[in-house]
């Protein structure tokens, strides 16, 4: 390790400046960049082009790096034969109810466990921890039966959206991403709050939660892709043609339907979390790296 002006790195700026280091460093760092880069957006851009490429010419092997006769009929074919405008408008209210659900009773949870403080509070959070551990498989049979048979209520949730905002609120990592945040705001405002005779709850709706905005808009874009990229859970409970999930619903119509009109809506199943993404990516960043401040 080599020290410069108080900063630590790996190669010393000497070494660099060398011109067998430079082109060591440079070539290092141009291979690492464009091998990730064509992990990440090579499926993506096969997903593209493929879109736009004829059955057979999709299907032939080797395939074509461009189209040869690119046909952005088949997006057109997708969205009508594929039902896409309503399966798209499913997705976007189960998200939208997932993310109402999970801001409402996850933030209430963070906020009792980090602020509120209560008997046991650390025994609680250590279980909640404990349950990322357990493998999602695992609990797909229990909570199936549970949702055909709620206890106490005995209500079938088969086709409800409840079936898919229930199991979603009981989410340990957002809430302890949610807590890490809470536990970085100063205790002096939570005092200050108390003197002027502030109650927990206006405490939470005037102090915490106007503070809270990045690691809100982290678990809100957490929220809405875990709703769009499952696939298996929407499936079990939302067996009716109705009700189905994008997922599922482009899962349903492939197999009648020719590949590259699968393809085109895949992808435009894929644009409107790709939206999301890019807009918020600044929150998704400052949220993650906000609550890891505190030492």
């Known amino acids: ?12 700026h000497a070494q660099l400046r060398r011109g067998r280091g430079r082109f060591i460093y440079w070539a290092l760092l141009t291979v690492v960049v464009v091998g990730f880069t064509l992990v990440f957006l090579g499926p993506l851009y096969w997903m593209v082009t ?12 080797p395939p074509s790096l461009f189209p040869e006769d690119p046909q952005p009929q088949n997006y057109i074919d997708a969205w009508n034969n594929l039902a ?41 959070l250590a279980l909640m921890l404990a349950t990322l551990m357990i493998p999602a498989m695992v609990l797909i049979v229990p909570q199936y039966v549970t949702v055909i048979d709620l206890p106490i ?44 005779g502030a109650t ?17 808009g982290v678990v809100s874009i957490f929220a809405v892709t875990a709703v769009w990229k499952d696939f298996l859970w929407p499936k079990l409970v939302m067996p009716s043609p109705e009700t189905r999930t994008v997922s599922v619903g482009i899962y349903a119509f492939a197999g009648g339907t020719p590949m590259n009109v699968v393809i085109a809506a895949s992808v435009i199943a894929a644009i409107p979390t790709v939206i999301v993404f890019l807009i918020f990516q600044r ?3 400052s949220g993650l790296t906000t609550g890891s401040l505190k030492g």
Request: no cysteine; net charge neutral; hydrophobic share 55%.
């Open 84 to 124: 896409l405008a309503k399966l798209l408008f499913n997705t976007f209210y189960y998200a939208a109810g997932a993310v109402v659900f999970q801001l409402v009773l996850d933030t209430a949870a963070a906020y009792s466990l980090s602020k509120l403080r209560p008997m046991f509070g650390n025994v609680i």
């Open 200 to 216: 927990p709850l206006r405490t939470l709706w005037s102090i915490i939660l106007p503070m809270s905005r990045p690691i809100l």
């Open 1 to 12: 390790m080599a020290q410069d002006s108080g900063t630590r790195t790996l190669i010393s």
């Open 153 to 196: 209520l005995h209500i079938n949730l088969l086709d409800s959206p409840f079936a898919i905002w229930l199991p979603l609120v009981a989410n340990a990592f957002n809430i302890f991403l949610l807590k890490r945040f809470f536990d970085s705001i100063p205790e002096e405002l939570m005092s200050a709050a108390l003197v002027d």
């Open 283 to 285: 929150n998704i960043m």
């Open 50 to 61: 493929g879109a736009l490429k004829s059955g057979q010419e999709i299907a032939q092997t």
